[in-house]
């Protein structure tokens, strides 16, 4: 730990923040001259990093530290762009480092940018002596060949088993307290926080959790009352009332949700502009195989039209390629798991024995985990094709394909009970346990089971080490390090699809996947919302402990909307109206009040009604509040007549010396 001068004369302190993994080493090794790791060690010295070494129980530890001033002059090489005092958005200079905004927290880089400045620093070091190194480990040699990055040959060797970030024990700690622990709270949370210490997207996932909870108060209250109060002969009637108030509810909450989204880019300094990697474009280590914007312009020089045509082919190829690969995932799921799970649905219905059921769920839910696993690796192969242009578009893509295969296996049971056999009884059975069983089970394993593999993992590590000094001196054996222990907990990945995807992906199908259960059969099992409002309390706290405790410090994306999860939600509104305007058709001519013919043409009034609510919520809630398209409007003014400004005085200025040069002839 040291401090560090910001550009405002304050002082900062400065953190290890990545560590690097290397195996244990005996003593007589590390003195030789080319041994590889002090090497390492000693140019990671050079860059101007911190350097901390922790001997654990098999492995070493480097941990590394960066001063403000060597991460400023990485984000300068960089071109990360920042926001000015002026509102514009400037590249990065270490020098005019007070011309640029600070972060809500007070630090002069987010998260996300000290991670690849990080990033660039340590992957940079490379061979810049005019012949090839040769480099020592274990009795072994190996050439650090000219321009070679040093740390990615160790890696490519197994010197290096792992690089990864550390967690702030300063920071976590104060977040454990005061977010994670933090019952009190029921929906509160320290967003702003949370955004400094994990970055954009996880902050946007808990800022959304946190809005959808809080929405969730009126429907799950309007839902409990449904269920206490007997209405009667008015039951038939008070049911389509709640079925329109949760869908113009659904449509105001995300109307909403996008508003408050603009405000924390705002807040969060980031350009509306901003693609999925925008300002990032360092980040995107696994690039398409496809030719960038940029590589076309040079390959077509100034030729318009031959430029023209290549844009255009490109485009369509990668659309049609987009299509393509999303028609066989589709024709996949008709033929291949529609009749399965159609299958499932039926003889759960058939079999009369609870036993026989219980048997068929457990074959059916080890059968689905071997079809999603199938479908998640068919659809990452097909993505590779695909013309994305960069890491978060490609994890979209696959969000899209994943999503349907769980749709299919969420709710095609759920249909064939409600609108098939009709038997709303068997339907309310199946969404009670879904909603209530699935999700506690849910959150048991996700938290439970990676704290099980952790603590496997240290088991075997004491166990091994007590193994190895068997005959030695005798003690107690058990890890001292924090830095070890953080390096046996599992990474915060997602379940299919980790080298494109995050954790998020699986806290997100989960909120997906609850929120299309309570929407689509909304009208045959209203207390549905009180049991997703109470999951989602408790869905806050959880995922705030494992991001904190039971997980390593996950790699910071710089996503700043929900991207393919609002389309899925949206997707999920349509869908709700469609499915609930069946189930009121089956409740009326299932109780007699209706006949089948009227029931069926005011039921279709309604639906298109709703539809027109939908379209009409969606254009009269502005997407953005207007302080923040003031407040953007105010700084492209200030851009404007600044650059306008600047432009005049080079004008005026050459234009006198074109005058004196003439004068001077």
Not at 40 to 58: A, Q
Not at 573 to 594: F, H, P, R
Request: glycine content about 6%; proline content about 3%.
């Amino acid at each position: 730990m040291g401090l560090e001068m910001n550009g405002q004369g304050e002082e900062e302190q400065t953190a290890f923040e990545i560590a690097v993994v290397i195996p244990k080493r005996n003593v007589k090794e590390r003195d030789e001259e080319c041994d590889c790791v002090e090497v390492l060690v000693d140019e990671f010295r050079k860059v101007g990093l911190i350097i901390d070494r922790v001997i654990g129980l098999h492995d070493e530890f480097i941990k590394l530290a960066a001063p403000l001033e060597t991460l400023g002059r990485a984000a300068a090489k960089l071109q990360i762009k920042k926001r000015t005092h002026i509102g514009m958005d400037l590249q990065f200079e270490w020098d005019e480092c007070e011309a640029f905004v600070r972060q809500p927290d007070g630090s002069l880089f987010s998260w996300c940018e000290r991670f690849h400045c990080y990033h660039h620093i340590i992957y940079g070091i490379v061979n810049n002596s005019k012949s090839v190194i040769t480099l020592n480990s274990d009795g072994k040699e190996f050439h650090w060949e000219l321009r070679e990055s040093l740390l990615r040959k160790l890696e490519s060797v197994g010197i290096v088993k792992r690089v990864f970030p550390l967690h702030d024990e300063i920071k976590r700690k104060h977040l454990l307290r005061n977010w994670a622990l933090n019952y009190k709270d029921l929906t509160k949370q320290p967003i702003d926080e949370i955004y400094s210490y994990f970055g954009t997207k996880i902050a946007t996932y808990f800022a959304f959790l946190g809005m959808y909870t809080q929405w969730m108060f009126f429907p799950a209250v309007f839902g409990l009352t449904l269920q206490l109060i007997d209405f009667g002969s008015l039951q038939l009637l008070v049911l389509p009332i709640f079925f329109i108030s949760m869908v113009s509810w659904a449509v105001l909450f995300f109307q909403f949700w996008k508003r408050k989204n603009s405000a924390l880019l705002t807040r969060w300094q980031i350009s509306y502009s901003v693609g999925a990697d925008s300002g990032y474009k360092f980040l995107d280590m696994n690039r398409s195989s496809f030719q960038s914007p940029v590589e076309l312009i040079k390959k077509w020089g100034n030729d318009k039209t031959k430029g023209k045509e290549i844009f255009q082919r490109e485009e369509w190829f990668g659309r049609l390629t987009r299509f393509r690969n999303d028609a066989i995932v589709a024709f996949g799921i008709i033929c291949l798991q529609l009749p399965f799970e159609l299958a499932y649905a039926h003889l759960y219905e058939e079999v009369g024995s609870d036993l026989m059921k219980f048997g068929l769920t457990v074959a059916y839910l080890f059968a689905i985990q071997y079809f999603t696993k199938i479908g998640g690796k068919l659809s990452v192969s097909l993505i590779k094709y695909e013309n994305n242009e960069n890491t978060e578009y490609k994890a979209n893509s696959l969000i899209y394909k994943v999503f349907g295969l769980y749709f299919m296996q969420s709710y095609i049971g759920v249909f064939y009970h409600a609108l098939l056999h009709r038997n709303f009884k068997t339907l309310r059975q199946v969404l009670l346990q879904r909603l209530i069983v699935s999700e506690v089970l849910e959150n048991l394993v996700e938290n439970s089971l990676p704290y099980l593999k952790y603590s496997y993992k240290k088991y075997r590590a004491v166990r091994n080490k007590r193994k190895c000094e068997k005959g030695s001196s005798t003690g107690k054996i058990q890890l001292t390090s924090r830095v070890e222990k953080e390096y046996l907990k599992p990474t915060y990945s997602a379940s299919i699809g980790e080298e494109l995807e995050d954790g998020l992906f699986d806290d997100f199908l989960e909120l997906a996947l609850q929120f299309g259960m309570i929407m689509m059969f909304a009208c045959a099992f209203p207390l549905a919302f009180s049991f997703a409002a109470l999951n989602n309390i408790t869905e806050i706290r959880t995922d705030a402990l494992k991001l904190l405790s039971i997980f390593k410090r996950p790699v910071p994306r710089a996503a700043a909307t929900i991207g393919a999860w609002l389309n899925i939600f949206q997707f999920l509104i349509v869908m709700s109206i469609c499915t609930n305007c069946a189930l009121l058709v089956c409740l009326y001519d299932q109780e007699g009040k209706w006949k089948l013919e009227p029931g069926l043409a005011a039921i279709l009034i309604m639906e298109h009604v709703l539809l027109l609510i939908k379209f009409v919520f969606s254009h009269i809630v502005p997407e953005e509040p207007a302080w923040v398209r003031a407040n953007r409007m105010k700084n492209a003014t200030q851009a404007q007549d600044m650059c306008s400004k600047r432009l005049l005085r080079s004008i005026s200025g050459g234009k006198k010396l074109f005058g004196e040069i003439k004068k001077n002839k």
